[in-house]
């Protein structure tokens, strides 16, 4: 029987500045050379075309990559008003073109703001959901129709930043504060949609992934450059989460797959340490037990 994996890199997440022209699975593959192991992952995708916060997990820290994933996103981004794309982006071809150099500025505010709140939202045709095991953007590339269900998204803020009427379309600058899983390209669309002559997204940069801002993230390194700075798993933790520390006996049930009690704990997710502070799993109190939903081998 096979022994325990050696770990070859340090456990903790990486905050990248992603650059323009790679997708997220580029990222995690130069980060795999990087740091000598195939234990790298990233909480969530973002486009070829859109740049900054991606947060990777590296060795054990990619167990908290579902959990990183599902919070709140910022992003600032450039929809052009007038022009309809395949890919709801500037990478795709121009399916339709009206004037959209006269929309009153009002009017656009007016439509932005109905776009706030609890909405649902169609994804791009070129996006990375699976149907029938496939990712949308194959099928679309195959030529194959993609139709995806409608999903529901919040959008917690749209602030206008500027808008700059040209010869035939109206550029406008936003930032958007919104729950994981939303499409910026398709709120592009939609908001198009709705001032009646269509739009799609020019520019599109992450500013924010949960508690990880740009402040946070560094240049994805080239061939021979040192690895990036990493944020110890134990400090992943302590920021994102709450955190209880066990004594020896519960640290030892615990690294045994055993249930404990939790006694008066905290709401929500919560780190779980030994008394040395290393990382044991991170559980949700339910019933006086902890459930873990990630567990840290040593």
Not at 230 to 237: D, E, G, K
Request: net charge neutral.
């Amino acid at each position: 029987m096979a022994g325990p994996r050696v770990r070859t890199a340090p456990d903790g997440i990486v905050i990248i500045d992603k650059p323009a022209g790679m997708t997220s699975h580029d990222v995690v593959a130069r980060l795999r050379r990087v740091y000598g192991t195939r234990a790298v992952g990233h909480a969530g995708t973002l486009d070829p075309m859109a740049t900054g916060v991606l947060v990777l997990g590296i060795e054990r820290a990619t167990k908290l990559l579902g959990h990183l994933m599902a919070t709140t996103k910022e992003y600032e981004a450039t929809m052009r008003l007038g022009v309809r794309t395949t890919t709801d982006d500037a990478e795709g071809e121009v399916t339709a073109a009206v004037d959209g150099s006269r929309i009153d500025d009002g009017d656009i505010a007016r439509v932005i703001r109905g776009f706030t709140g609890d909405i649902t939202q169609v994804p791009s045709s070129v996006s990375a959901i699976k149907v029938g095991g496939v990712r949308a953007y194959t099928l679309a590339r195959e030529g194959v129709e993609v139709a995806l269900a409608p999903r529901p998204v919040t959008i917690t803020s749209i602030a206008i930043r500027d808008i700059r009427h040209g010869e035939a379309t109206t550029d406008v600058d936003v930032v958007v504060t919104c729950s994981h899983g939303t499409y910026i390209r398709a709120l592009a669309r939609d908001i198009g949609d709705a001032l009646g002559v269509g739009g799609h997204l020019t520019a599109l940069r992450r500013t924010r992934s949960g508690r990880f801002t740009l402040a946070d993230a560094m240049p994805l390194p080239t061939a021979g450059e040192p690895a990036p700075s990493m944020v110890p798993l134990r400090a992943v933790l302590e920021r994102e989460f709450a955190v209880a520390q066990l004594d020896a006996e519960e640290a030892a049930l615990v690294r045994n797959g055993m249930r404990i009690r939790s006694g008066e704990a905290p709401g929500g997710l919560t780190g779980l340490l030994d008394v040395t502070g290393a990382v044991l799993a991170l559980a949700e109190a339910e019933r006086g037990y902890w459930h873990y939903r990630a567990v840290f081998p040593s």
